[in-house]
């Protein structure tokens, strides 16, 4: 039904643009994780911190508030009211910024919804979702969102998602822009698909569309258990790794 609404009917050339750059980001090499912590363990720009529940200051609230509204105008829910369930439910969101080091301003958010579903047998299935909210917007490194703050975050909270024994970890990221699957590709997750004009969201897009849409088609992201456990030991190579959280 959903499907027949005229704003949920892809324009051919427009879907064909999003598959035109899902396949370049996927020729991409991947930076990997040790690339990743390697790069920003060695930026004096930013520092990155996991966010625990009644440890936020108002200032950074409106931060986050600020710079989610940035990068999406159009959202599916109010972030607001999702932002203090996160820091009211502890057990089912992992929070991570990065912020600059020198202005203390929070460039990078991210966070991980971790759910528990029984099957029919009786056994437990673990699952999570990342989100995020990073700026397009060169901090310090020249890099934006597509550098090792937006990298760092998504993989400390893969990281933690082992930790928790998540059987799958995955991401829904906008079909029109670059670098949030860039980030996805970079981390070793996996592509699933698109989903076709799957949400009512919005934001800057480095696609030139034809026919825009209130809808957008999200690319599907994941990691499944063994790929989560392969990550995690490949970060643990690295003389340069920090314990989690320490500065």
């Excluded at 969102?145 to 970890?169: F, I, W, Y």
Aim: hydrophobic fraction near 35%; proline fraction near 4%.
């Amino acid at each position: 039904l959903g499907k027949s609404h005229s704003q949920r009917l892809a324009n051919e050339a427009d879907a064909r643009r999003e598959r035109e750059l899902i396949r370049r980001i996927l020729t991409m090499p991947s930076k990997g994780p040790l690339e990743i912590i390697g790069q920003f363990n060695r930026s004096a720009h930013f520092i990155e911190e996991p966010v625990k529940p009644g440890s936020i200051s108002t200032s950074d609230k409106a931060q986050l508030m600020r710079l989610h509204q940035e990068v999406f105008p159009t959202f599916p829910y109010d972030f607001s009211y999702k932002l203090e369930l996160m820091m009211d439910s502890p057990d089912t969101y992992l929070m991570m910024i990065a912020r600059s080091s020198s202005a203390g301003d929070i460039c990078s958010f991210s966070n991980l919804e971790v759910n528990d579903l029984v099957l029919e047998d009786g056994q437990k299935f673990r699952f999570s979702e990342f989100d995020n909210s990073m700026s397009r917007k060169p901090r310090g490194d020249g890099e934006g969102m597509t550098g090792s703050p937006g990298s760092r975050v998504r993989l400390e909270l893969a990281r933690l998602a082992h930790q928790k024994n998540v059987d799958l970890c995955y991401a829904e990221s906008r079909a029109g822009l670059v670098a949030i699957n860039q980030i996805s590709h970079h981390i070793g997750m996996r592509f699933g698909g698109a989903l076709e004009k799957h949400l009512l969201i919005s934001g800057i897009n480095d696609i030139d569309y034809q026919a825009p849409s209130s809808f957008e088609t999200m690319n599907v992201w994941f990691l499944n258990r063994q790929d989560l456990a392969k990550l995690e030991q490949a970060c643990t190579q690295t003389p340069e790794e920090r314990t989690f959280g320490k500065k």
